[in-house]
């Protein structure tokens, strides 16, 4: 299984963190062991001082597939979840200041929350999902995936040239404004449409 990341598929998150809006999707990924399932707890790092949640729509391949065409995207996916990309900010940094790839800030061990997937045929309109994150009972994120720069078949097109899709695999299509640093004792929720799927504790 693959975990595909999008970086920066939120123009008001591109300008909280003063980076550019990109021009095409900024594609970086994970390993399978970065995923953190069933609302389990989250334990903070000892390599870094500024981990960061941002809370996301993940997509989850449905058939394999290679080149899809934009009139098939659609098709290559049914189902979506939350998902939280844990980044050691200050890590992600130091990288960025030496030209270094940042990795190691994304896809460390368990940097991948994710919850249980629900059916996009029972979401009212699959091209406005209204997601949310609570910090300690703390509206901090408000998304829809309406105001996304590369929408869902966007992505598909786009990552099918360079990688062959396979069901199973997920995608993390990217983070709205709102992001921020999470510590020990801190208890995070997300929403999809107003139904809490996603769980984790700061440990």
């Not at 809006?21 to 707890?41: E, I």
């Not at 996301?56 to 058939?63: A, G, M, N, T």
């Not at 009972?137 to 966007?154: A, H, M, P, S, W």
Request: aromatic letters at 12%; hydrophobic letters at 35%.
């Amino acid at each position: 299984m693959k975990i595909f990341c999008i970086g920066r598929n939120y123009r008001d998150h591109a300008k909280e963190l003063n980076n550019p809006v990109p021009k095409k999707p900024l594609v970086f990924m994970k390993p399978p062991s970065a995923l953190l399932v069933n609302n389990k707890p989250f334990y903070y790092p000892e390599f870094t001082k500024d981990l960061h949640y941002e809370l996301e729509i993940v997509l989850k391949i449905s058939k394999n597939g290679r080149h899809v065409q934009k009139e098939f995207a659609s098709g290559y996916y049914d189902q979506v979840a939350l998902g939280i990309d844990f980044t050691a900010r200050d890590i992600q940094d130091q990288c960025k200041e030496k030209g270094h790839p940042w990795e190691i800030a994304k896809g460390f061990d368990n940097s991948a929350a994710l919850s249980k997937f629900v059916n996009i045929s029972d979401i009212a309109n699959k091209d406005a999902i209204k997601f949310q994150m609570k910090k300690n009972g703390e509206l901090v994120q408000n998304g829809n995936t309406k105001d996304l720069i590369f929408n869902f078949d966007y992505l598909i097109v786009y990552l099918s040239q360079f990688f062959k899709l396979q069901q199973g695999d997920v995608i993390y299509t990217g983070t709205p404004a709102g992001v921020g640093p999470v510590k020990i004792g801190d208890l995070l929720e997300g929403y999809l449409e107003g139904d809490k799927l996603l769980e984790t504790s700061i440990k």
